[in-house]
């Protein structure tokens, strides 16, 4: 059996006539494409096929009442292939047994895949949320209008889905506009070397935004011997990692260089943030880079800071050492190992009576650590540094 029709334009799976006479809903099982050909392959099977995974039916750390199991191993499917020569579509498989009772003609409106908020009824649903109703005001007028929720085609959560989902929608682009509407006027009222830089998405929204200020270039500047950032701040509403480029003045003062939010902590994400600093400084590079330890960041920087040398922040460094170690005794003698100068060899003394006196020898945190200690220890680091304590940088000296 062929269709004439194309890829794009094969609505076989959206026709719910078929379903809707025998009463089953269907799920997209498999989609195949590449490059070249597209999509080449795709596979509808009943909504009741396979089998629900063990570790869903009885985790240990479960908190909420597992959902009604619905999968029983259904073979009915449709599978098609796409033809080498045109665009024409052939049945591979079709197989109409279900080894389930079928959904009867007065509930067909409430499968997943009968269930659908068309554009004007979301169109409706806006326009109600403009005029100040309530969700389920909405949904219970709608209900109204259709003559029933039978006739409504789409169930109370799916409208809740819906607003909420036009919600976030609008409050990205509304946002998005206004913090770049904001820097625009800045650089044309107050601060015109105010530097910004944004990049967008392939449906073009912001995912990256990069703004430095006058008083911040100034202050790099003049104190780039060391830059200190991390990703940890995700305190804003769409829980975007914040990015903060902050180092120390001659007062041993915090200042800061930069904001950024990011989409992501991706090496791509910090590829680009770290380029765009650059950019904005003119080229000019730190002699020294303090993270968080995170594996990203870190290659990030090695493709980013050809000629800066990279060290661990000390603050993160204690915190996770009381977090997988959970001793106070242990954080406090790790603290005097990352901060204090021993020569060499006392520091390597030192470092294994700590793992004999809290049986250490196969942990893989203090294994992964000590794998790092030319990054943090103050015994290794032979030249100025900072250390993070607080969330404070303050100078820790130099290392003879």
């Known amino acids: 059996m062929l269709w004439e029709k194309s890829c794009r334009s094969w609505k076989c ?62 073979i009915a499917c449709l599978h098609v292939l796409k033809s080498m020569s045109d665009t024409s579509w052939k049945v591979q498989r079709f197989d109409t047994n279900h080894n389930h009772v079928l959904v009867a003609q007065e509930h067909l409106q409430f499968l997943r895949s009968n269930r659908k908020v068309t554009s004007s009824q979301a169109s409706q649903i806006r326009t109600y949320k403009y005029a100040g109703l309530r969700t389920c005001d909405i949904v219970n007028l709608m209900v109204q209008q259709a003559g029933g929720f039978e006739r409504l085609g789409f169930t109370r959560k799916d409208a ?29 009222s107050t601060d015109p070397t105010l530097y910004a830089k944004y990049a967008i998405d392939e449906e073009d929204r912001l995912c990256h935004i990069f703004w430095s200020d006058s008083g911040c270039q100034r202050d790099y ?20 990692p914040l990015v903060m480029f902050v180092g120390v003045n001659n007062h041993f003062r915090t200042c800061v260089f930069g904001f950024a939010l990011l989409l992501n902590e991706k090496i791509k994400s910090y590829k680009w943030v770290l380029e765009t600093f650059l950019d904005c400084m003119h080229q000019r590079q730190p002699a020294v880079v303090v993270t968080d330890g995170d594996a990203a960041m870190k290659a990030a920087i090695i493709l980013c800071f ?37 020569n060499v060899p006392q520091w390597y003394e030192r470092w294994d009576a700590l793992l004999d006196k809290f049986e250490l020898h196969d942990n893989a945190w203090a294994a992964t650590t000590y794998e790092q200690r030319l990054h943090w220890a103050e015994t290794f680091i032979m030249m100025a540094g900072i250390a993070l304590s607080n969330g404070q940088p303050f100078p820790i000296g130099f290392s003879n």
């Open 221 to 240: 500047m003049c104190f780039s011997d060391v830059l200190a950032f991390d990703t940890t701040y995700r305190s804003n509403a769409f829980n975007k």
């Open 13 to 74: 799976g959206n026709d719910t006539t078929y379903l809707r006479s025998v009463g089953f809903g269907i799920r997209i099982h498999t989609t195949s494409s590449n490059e070249s050909r597209g999509v080449w392959r795709r596979e509808w099977v009943c909504a009741r096929q396979g089998f629900r995974r063990e570790n869903f039916l009885s985790p240990a750390d479960r908190k909420r009442r597992p959902r009604d199991c619905t999968r029983c191993g259904c």
């Open 306 to 342: 050809l000629d800066s040398t990279h060290r661990l922040c000390g603050w993160h460094l204690s915190t996770n050492a009381t977090s997988n170690i959970k001793s106070p005794d242990f954080t406090k003698a790790f603290q005097k190992l990352l901060y204090s100068h021993y």
């Open 160 to 188: 809740y889905n819906k607003a909420a989902a036009m919600h976030r929608a609008e409050t990205v682009e509304t946002d998005s506009e206004g913090l770049l509407g904001y820097l625009a006027s800045k650089i044309d």
